[in-house]
Structure formats: structure tokens, C-alpha cells
């Protein structure tokens, strides 16, 4: 399979399921993915760009069967690129570990040098821990972290 244009943001569903008749089965087979420098050059049938690379941003992770199970979630901070672990109603600061080879469900990748928007969304007001200032595209800007919204 070859694409001809690569979006800025790339989802990868992983097939975790299997449906064969009146049975389900899922499938906890590792699956290695990288966190940076995905590249896809080679898959690409359109106009050749060399600086077609990737970089992890999001997981969502699926625990337990075919039938019933739990979803969790890791994500990158979009401005200082610190990783929080998402469960339920507990948020830690944690980075992605090997068990989520064979948890991965659905993989989200932005393409490296592709801008980046933080916009609406909930409000949080415990911002303290930000940067007061951020590279996007080389370009240093000055931000108040007070003013920053972020889904949730």
C-alpha cells in the first residue's frame, strides 16, 4: 500500500480485535512503534519530500477483552513536550513504557514541522508549571500561561 499525500496529523488504528462468526478475540501481540522519527518516505507514491518524519503525541491504550475492557491514555504536552498518563480521573506526568506495545489501540503522530495550535477547550487555572515562552517554527513567542486553554 502507498499513500500519495501524508496529512499533518497522522492516526494509526491498530486492529486490536478479531470478529469471526459469533466469537470475538482480542489480540495483545506487541505492536513497536516509535515515539520520534517515524518515517514514511518509502510508503509515499506522490511527490517525493525527504523530511516526511513523525513524532508521537498521543496513545490510547485498551486493558482487558473483547467484551469488556478499560481505556487509558498518554499524552504529550503540546508546548513543553512532557508526557502525562490519563486514567480515569487521575492525570500523572508519566512517559509511554514497553507494556504499551501490546496496549497501543489507536496512535496519534504529528508530522515534524507542521504547526502546531493550542486552542480551545477546558480552561485550567493551575498553569504555574508552564513555560512563559515557546519555539514554534524557530520562532520564539512569549505566552501567558494563565491564558492557555487545553482539551480535556
Known amino acids: 500500500m502507498t499513500v500519495w499525500r501524508y496529512p499533518d496529523t497522522l492516526i494509526v488504528h491498530l486492529k486490536r480485535f478479531v470478529f469471526h462468526e459469533f466469537s470475538s478475540t482480542k489480540i495483545d501481540n506487541p505492536v ?75 496512535l496519534f503522530y504529528q508530522k515534524l514541522g507542521s504547526n502546531v495550535k493550542v486552542t480551545g477547550g477546558v480552561k485550567y487555572s493551575n498553569c504555574d508549571k508552564l513555560p512563559t515562552t515557546c519555539c514554534i517554527d524557530d520562532t520564539q513567542h512569549d505566552i501567558d500561561p494563565t491564558q492557555l486553554d487545553f482539551y480535556s
Do not use: A
Open 32 to 106: 513497536i512503534f516509535p515515539q520520534k522519527n517515524l518515517q514514511l518516505t518509502e510508503f509515499l507514491s506522490g511527490p517525493k519530500n525527504n523530511d516526511l518524519q513523525y513524532d508521537l503525541y498521543s496513545i490510547v491504550c485498551h486493558f482487558g477483552g473483547s467484551n469488556s475492557g478499560h481505556y487509558t491514555s498518554y499524552t504529550r504536552h503540546p508546548i513543553n513536550g512532557e508526557w502525562f498518563y490519563y486514567n480515569v480521573e487521575t492525570m500523572t506526568q508519566s512517559v509511554p513504557k514497553d507494556e504499551e506495545y501490546s496496549s497501543g489501540y489507536v
